[in-house]
């Protein structure tokens, strides 16, 4: 070869280097496919000198942390190994046209079957941070939940300084008893079922209850580092206060959507809900109790009991005893109201907040806590739940499935925009005509449509807080209130500038939330109080959003593995 072909073919091989470093560099390229084998099975667990089978995924309570990056693909095989049938929810990822992978029992898909799998197969687009898996039958989120962490895309930064660290917190539930069997004896009596006997801090209740020394989750941080929390409230009924002895918080992200920072000592997070900290390794090296607790502003009985797990600094003995943080107390409203109000989004060339400011359909629905005829219940009735007087009822199939091959007799597409009699929504407690009517009743919603939806709590049998969320969407937060809605004032205090965006929203006791999406996912999409025990009464509904013109905006066929009832 001669001198001249020898120095064309090295200039070849090294444009051909560059171009290839330039494609592995790219964030397009850099797309991955995730591959995860959750199996659900059953394993002796101990806690609070307490030993029990729980259901749980890989033999993990909590189960795997899903990691992946903003732009990949993620297939997740179930295998059910459990004598329950299961199905299992990414709360908070879009799943666009694609309810299939959604995970509601009923609603989306028919639950795995015992001794069956099915391979959730979805794509992680447009949506960066802390979001969540659960169970979504019966009340098996108690022990199967896990966190899920997108990064965002190669090269691309956090919008706040990046961390020196990172750690994982998932808040839970503990009790001595089969769950299952709490629930079914609560039903079967009419009443609610007996509360958690204790709350967990990764799966670890800590040393202030008896037989916990051992389980304790701890955290080592490093003098003058600061550590990026991710926390995720995965408690079945309880909103949770949650504070680091001697260190304040700088909130940065919700429900997987960067916000504008503030620091506080204290943050409130809702069932369902994430919220990312930044946290300073910054006072004098010991050790500092991390502590969580409910919030009930109302005399409903809740697990009260603090559980903690410990903020460790690097080369402090452990016999140092950890000092406890200042908790709001239980029923501080104010602080609750206060926190929230501090919530905004980002709203950045880089991550604008799209809220919609013309809004083609209004929706007011009304929270109600009434009563149903029970035979074999304790005066004859048992407690139920209704948004717009209906209690929902499952149907025998998936929803999702008798929208796609138009399935007759499955559901009716008629639930009320409002609710069907006015009256002071909040006012002296209602005690009488708490009866309520029942039916599988789905809201249908045109494609690419901007909606408002008020969510008004009541005061039939009890005011109460209700975290709400939307499945397949993520919505903006434009206002909150205490008491009856306004319809002609409190418009006009909307936020429709950085309202906060997430996929739960805490309706306040008493009060009211005003949210506004985009109807532009097509499929059903599953509306729920995420007080498991409330769900279960019957608060629930879903909305039917109708196929697009284009053919990207309709919903996909159903995979072949896709379970059958």
């Not at 509601?104 to 069956?116: F, L, M, S, V």
């Not at 390794?281 to 603090?306: C, E, H, L």
């Not at 639930?415 to 009866?435: C, E, I, M, R, S």
């Not at 919603?445 to 993520?474: C, K, M, R, Y």
Request: aromatic content about 12%.
């Amino acid at each position: 070869m001669t001198t001249n072909h020898t120095f064309i073919f090295e200039k070849s091989l090294f444009i051909i280097c560059i171009l290839i470093c330039i494609s592995m560099l790219s964030p397009e390229v850099k797309a991955a496919t995730k591959k995860y084998q959750f199996n659900v099975e059953v394993k002796n667990v101990s806690r609070l000198c307490h030993a029990k089978p729980i259901v749980t995924v890989n033999g993990r309570f909590p189960g795997p942390t899903v990691y992946a990056r903003e732009g990949d693909r993620v297939l997740i095989n179930v295998s059910n190994h459990a004598q329950y049938n299961m199905s299992i929810h990414w709360h908070g990822l879009k799943q666009y046209a694609n309810g299939w992978a959604d995970g509601p029992a009923y609603i989306t898909q028919c639950p795995i079957q015992t001794g069956n799998s099915y391979v959730y197969d979805f794509n992680i687009t447009g949506q960066r941070g802390t979001l969540w898996w659960h169970a979504h039958i019966l009340w098996l989120r108690a022990t199967v939940y896990g966190a899920i962490v997108i990064l965002p895309k190669q090269s691309v930064p956090f919008p706040f300084p990046r961390p020196d660290g990172e750690q994982v917190i998932v808040f839970g539930e503990w009790w001595h008893a089969d769950v299952e069997q709490v629930v079914k004896q609560g039903n079967a009596l009419g009443l609610p079922p007996n509360m958690s006997d204790a709350h967990t801090i990764n799966g670890k209740p800590g040393p202030l209850f008896p037989c916990s020394e051992k389980h304790t989750f701890a955290m080592e941080v490093e003098q003058g580092k600061k550590y990026l929390l991710r926390i995720v409230n995965a408690a079945l009924n309880d909103e949770l206060f949650f504070a680091i002895a001697g260190h304040n918080m700088t909130v940065v992200e919700i429900d997987a959507v960067y916000t504008k920072p503030f620091t506080t000592n204290a943050l409130l997070i809702a069932p369902g809900q994430t919220t990312n900290v930044i946290v300073s390794a910054n006072q004098t090296p010991g050790r500092y109790f991390m502590a969580v607790r409910p919030f009930q502003d109302v005399p409903i009985s809740v697990d009260n009991k603090t559980a903690t797990a410990i903020f460790q600094y690097k080369n402090i003995p452990t016999t140092l005893i950890p000092t406890l943080p200042i908790l709001p107390l239980p029923n501080d409203t104010n602080f609750a109201l206060s926190y929230n109000q501090k919530l905004r989004s980002l709203n950045t060339p880089n991550f604008p907040a799209n809220v919609p400011m013309k809004v083609d359909r209004n929706l007011f629905f009304t929270i109600g806590l009434g009563k149903s005829d029970c035979a074999t219940c304790l005066n004859g009735t048992r407690l139920s739940a209704s948004l717009n007087n209906i209690t929902f009822v499952m149907p025998e199939t998936g929803l999702l499935q008798a929208h796609y091959f138009n399935m007759k007799g499955v559901f009716k597409t008629d639930f009320p925009d409002k609710p069907p009699t006015t009256f002071n929504y909040t006012g002296a407690p209602l005690t009488a005509n708490l009866f309520t009517s029942k039916g599988t009743r789905l809201s249908k919603i045109a494609f690419n449509s901007t909606v408002e939806l008020v969510i008004q709590d009541t005061n039939l049998l009890s005011v109460e807080s209700h975290p709400f969320h939307l499945h397949g969407f993520n919505f903006f937060v434009v206002g909150t209130g205490i008491g009856n809605f306004d319809f002609s004032k409190d418009p006009a205090k909307y936020n429709l500038v950085d309202p906060p965006e997430r996929n739960t929203v805490g309706v306040p006791t008493g009060g009211w939330a005003a949210i506004r999406f985009r109807a532009d996912n097509p499929g059903v999409w599953f509306f729920h109080c995420h007080l498991e025990l409330h769900t279960g009464w019957g608060l629930k509904t879903a909305f039917v959003v109708e196929n697009g013109p284009g053919k990207d905006q309709r919903v996909r066929p159903p995979p072949k593995d896709l379970p059958s009832c």
